[in-house]
Nanobody
Framework: QVKLVESGGGVVQPGGSLRLACAAS????????AGWYRQAPGKLRELVAY???????NYADSVKGRFTISRDNAKNTVYLQVNSLKPEDTAVYYC?????????WGQGTQVTVSS
């Protein structure tokens, strides 16, 4: 059974930082591409960043220079360091892993940026 468990969300002030983590089980994590998506109220889910199995990272233009995705295959975990947070970053952040046609999602973690 595949399971993705996110953690690290919370309420922060503008300019603050968080580190999101997503721990995977039930898959050979190292061969999967891993990514983070987010969904704000009333909006579609959007890609934030992803990292390939070889470690190549890609980002949405809106988060470039502020967010950093990384992975630790020994811990079956993908991270998202989010810095310089803005109110428009407020959303539920979801972890995703995919390999060929095999996709899995986490349950999401809420990030709220508010003064």
């Amino acid at each position: 059974q595949v399971k993705l468990v996110e953690s690290g969300g919370g309420v922060v002030q503008p300019g603050g930082s968080l580190r999101l983590a997503c721990a995977a089980s039930g898959i050979i994590f190292s061969i999967y591409q891993a990514g983070w998506y987010r969904q704000a109220p009333g909006k579609l889910r959007e890609l934030v960043a992803y990292i390939t199995s070889s470690g190549s990272a890609n980002y949405a233009d809106s988060v470039k220079g502020r967010f950093t995705i990384s992975r630790d295959n020994a811990k079956n975990t993908v991270y998202l360091q989010v810095n310089s947070l803005k109110p428009e970053d407020t959303a539920v952040y979801y972890c995703n892993v995919q390999h060929v046609s095999d996709y899995h999602w986490g349950q999401g973690t809420q990030v709220t940026v508010s003064s």
